[in-house]
């Protein structure tokens, strides 16, 4: 009876792992965009460059954790 429930706990918890990377997605990109709209109105300049940047790099981060995080899944399948 323990085989069957092992199956169906790593499925849930496969499924737990892919409903979290758009939540996780969201909010690194989102933080690192706020954070930039932070340093543009602190110093102030005309082409808002620290949003532009900063969420670039949290784009850049967003996709790094999602292709770390897929291959950890698939080592565990």
Same mark, same amino acid.
């Given at each position: 009876?323990?085989?069957?429930?092992?199956?169906?706990?790593?499925?849930?918890? !496969?499924?737990?792992?892919?409903? =979290? $990377?758009?939540?996780?997605m969201?909010?690194?990109?989102?933080?690192?965009?706020? #954070?930039? %709209?932070?340093?543009?109105? !602190?110093?102030?300049?005309?082409? =808002? $460059?620290?949003?532009?940047?900063?969420?670039?790099?949290?784009?850049a981060?967003? #996709?790094y %954790?999602?292709?770390?995080?897929?291959?950890?899944?698939?080592? =565990?399948?």
């Amino acid at each position: 009876m323990t085989d069957h429930q092992k199956p169906n706990k790593q499925t849930n918890n !496969k499924w737990l792992a892919f409903i =979290n $990377i758009p939540i996780q997605m969201g909010a690194i990109i989102f933080l690192f965009s706020y #954070f930039g %709209n932070w340093l543009d109105d !602190k110093y102030t300049n005309p082409h =808002n $460059i620290f949003v532009k940047i900063l969420t670039l790099v949290g784009v850049a981060l967003a #996709f790094y %954790n999602i292709n770390r995080q897929l291959k950890d899944i698939n080592k =565990n399948s």
